[in-house]
């Protein structure tokens, strides 16, 4: 069975960091690429970054370029997501999701909130 | 970023309706197109993809239809767990773009 379990969210204040991890199983994690999307309170499902297997290929939204790093341990079976200089309106849950050109695969998500 | 328009944002209906919910994309994304329905609190689930296949487990009464830039979900038959919310994405492009929602509740 897929399971992709989210973790390190919680409170931050402004312009701090907070490290996500997601650990995957039931599938050959290295073969795919992987996915954060997030949703603010109460909003829409907003596309964060996505990494390839070999982490070659890698891209962001606008919004969160220069201040989040996606990155992966295929041996661990593990993706991050590293947020750095963290704003209000990056309050969310963050889902990590398996990308089989759709997210076919979504964790439970992860709430960050970012609040002086 | 190719925009994803969807219409209504919310849909009153009862059960034994059948509902159509339109997604439309900025530009062509040929049949790259996925739905998705998320409950309160609970991750989206994937419903069907490249915009008509059905993904697997999920009931025949929804289905979807369209290519380029203008989509529908339909679901034949509402069911009391079909209230939910219903997105669109687009996987076309590298961002892969989803459309803002639309809440289908009980009438």
């Known amino acids: 069975e897929v399971q992709l379990v989210e973790s390190g969210g919680g409170l931050v204040k402004p312009g701090g960091s907070l490290r996500l991890s997601c650990a995957a199983s039931g599938f050959t994690f290295s073969s795919y690429t992987m996915n954060w999307v997030r949703q603010a309170p109460g909003k829409g499902l907003e596309w964060v970054s996505s990494i390839h297997p070999s982490p070659r290929y ?5 919004s969160v370029r220069g201040r989040f790093t996606i990155s992966r341990d295929n041996a661990q079976n593990s993706l991050f997501l590293q947020m750095n200089s963290l704003r209000a309106e990056d309050t969310a849950v963050y889902y990590c999701a398996r990308q089989d050109g759709d997210f076919d695969y979504w964790g439970q ?5 970012v609040s002086s | 970023d190719i925009q ?3 219409s209504p944002s919310t849909l009153s209906a009862s059960v034994g309706d059948r509902v159509t919910i339109t997604c439309r994309a900025s530009q062509s994304v040929s049949n790259w197109l996925a739905w998705y329905q998320q409950k309160p609190g609970t991750a989206p689930k994937l419903l069907i993809y490249e915009a008509s296949t059905l993904e697997s487990g999920v009931p025949s009464r929804f289905s979807g239809s369209g290519s380029g830039t203008e989509f529908t979900l339909t679901i034949n038959s509402l069911q009391p767990d079909d209230f939910a919310i219903y997105f669109c994405q687009q996987y076309s492009a590298i961002s892969r773009t989803f459309g803002q929602g639309t809440k289908v509740e009980i009438k």
């Open chain 1, 109 to 113: 998500g992860t709430l960050v909130t």
């Open chain 2, 4 to 6: 994803m328009t969807q």
């Open chain 1, 58 to 62: 890698i891209y962001y939204a606008d």
